[in-house]
């Protein structure tokens, strides 16, 4: 299976650092910046958490993330979104569809991905919560979700 991942508006570019760090480890294809996500060759705090997997992990830049997503698409990619909404559904109960290739949509630490991104994915899965707390944070959340799709789908 390939893994891409999408990053659109991350803030914190100890989350992105990380991020990079985690995809190295589990062979992510490729991570696509866009909006305001801080970017490798700009933003030396990147470095201080990704240990060098900036530079092992492919990556592009666009400020667009519908241009990457359509991109993606036509190249049978299968577009998740990591977001809690009314259609999402547990991410342990995710299935593979027609492709073996998936584009992972993670967003922005407080606001989440917009109605706009969500609007152009495939699937919706979340992560359940069993605390007070709705959400983990993102490198974290992100962690989780890529370590279940590369090793559950090789």
């Known amino acids: 299976m390939k893994l891409s991942i999408i990053l659109p508006n991350i803030r ?3 989350n992105i650092g990380s991020i ?3 995809s190295d480890a589990v062979g992510v294809e490729k991570i696509y910046l866009t909006g305001y996500s801080g970017r490798p060759d700009k933003n030396l705090q ?3 958490t990704a240990l060098g997997a900036e530079q092992s992990v492919p990556w592009e830049y666009c400020f667009h993330t519908w241009k990457i997503i359509e991109k993606l698409k036509q190249q049978n990619y299968e577009i998740i979104a990591l977001e ?3 259609s999402s559904i547990d991410y342990r109960k995710f299935k593979l569809g027609k492709t073996d290739k998936i584009a992972l949509i993670v967003g922005n630490e407080v606001n989440g991905l917009s109605e706009k991104i969500l609007n152009r994915v495939d699937r919706t899965v979340h992560l359940p919560m ?3 707390k709705e959400s983990l944070n993102v490198s974290v ?7 279940y799709l590369k090793f559950k789908y090789k």
């Open 12 to 14: 914190s570019l100890y």
């Open 20 to 22: 990079f760090r985690t």
């Open 46 to 48: 990147i470095a201080k």
């Open 84 to 86: 809690q909404s009314k």
């Open 130 to 132: 069993s605390g007070k």
């Open 141 to 147: 959340a992100f962690g989780i979700i890529a370590y």
